[in-house]
């Protein structure tokens, strides 16, 4: 990998966008890597992935002044993005982006992408896009709605403001604002202890959430019943209710 670090202890996967000098804007190359570790990501046995930033900052957004960028057509560029995208989407696998320094345009967009957002006090995001004189991509136009509501996701793509951590997580963006001398050891644990949970039930709980907004409610009832009856077949759920039994923590193999 010329643009990512791709780490991996006990299950977990760190992803670390690599280009400080450009604060981790996406050039061409990493659209590339990151499709393929996403690609690689959705068939493997990993737990947990962590995405984040290198150099003190998250992603600064699509280098758009990439000097040796491939000559393509916009819309085959976009294409690219929006597989990246929709792979870290449907990764099975819990996700965690843990946010220091600027996440703009983009950025924005792979951050609220993950399952989990941890930041510090001293990040920062942006919508940039309309002050780029671009429309909003990375599938905030997607995300934005449904989680903040329709007039506040107005008002955060219209204006492009850069906010505060404070002021994101005022606005339900993210799960926890951590100190920066104690964001890697809270990260940690919250990737280990989903690393140590049951990767199946996980997986399912994970998608179901993610179709929860374009799922009739009969449907949502239908989906729980199934998974649940792929839970209750697994050596998870055994090991689990036999764990319980004995007073002790599960060790879940994801079988």
Same mark, same amino acid.
Not at 139 to 152: E, K
């Given at each position: 990998m010329q643009t990512l670090q791709v780490e991996r202890s006990d299950g977990i996967v760190t992803i670390t966008l690599d280009r400080p000098e450009k604060r981790n804007a996406v050039s061409s190359q990493m659209w590339a890597e990151l499709q393929e570790v996403a690609t690689e990501l959705a068939t493997s046995d990993d737990r947990c992935v962590v995405l984040t930033g290198a150099g003190g900052a998250f992603c600064s957004g699509a280098d758009l002044w990439? +000097?040796? *960028? $491939?000559? %393509?057509?916009?819309? =085959? +560029?976009?294409?690219? %993005?929006?597989?990246?995208?929709? =792979?870290?989407?449907?990764? $099975?696998? $819990?996700?965690? =982006?843990? %946010?220091?320094?600027? +996440? *703009?345009? #983009?950025? #924005?967009?792979? *951050?609220?992408g993950c399952d989990l957002v941890v930041a510090t006090p001293e990040a920062r995001f942006s919508l940039i896009f309309a002050k780029r004189g671009l429309s909003l991509d990375g =599938?905030?136009?997607?995300?934005? $709605?449904?989680? %903040?509501?329709?007039?506040?996701a107005k008002e955060l793509a219209l204006f492009g403001d850069v906010l505060s951590a404070a002021d994101v997580d005022a606005l339900g963006l993210l799960n926890r604002i951590v100190p920066a001398d104690e964001i890697d050891a809270f990260v940690a644990d919250w990737a280990g202890r989903l690393a140590a949970g049951p990767p199946i039930a996980l997986a399912m709980t994970k998608r179901m959430l993610n179709r929860s907004f374009e799922q009739p409610f009969e449907q949502a009832l239908d989906d729980e019943a199934r998974s649940q009856t792929i839970n209750f077949g697994t050596q998870d759920t055994i090991e689990a209710i036999t764990a319980f039994a004995e007073k002790r923590d599960p060790g879940f193999t994801g079988r």
């Open positions: 990439e +000097a040796d *960028a $491939p000559r %393509v057509h916009q819309l =085959a +560029a976009m294409r690219r %993005v929006n597989r990246v995208i929709q =792979a870290l989407h449907d990764l $099975p696998q $819990p996700t965690i =982006a843990k %946010v220091t320094g600027v +996440a *703009a345009g #983009v950025g #924005v967009g792979l *951050a609220l =599938a905030t136009s997607w995300l934005l $709605p449904r989680l %903040v509501g329709l007039h506040r």
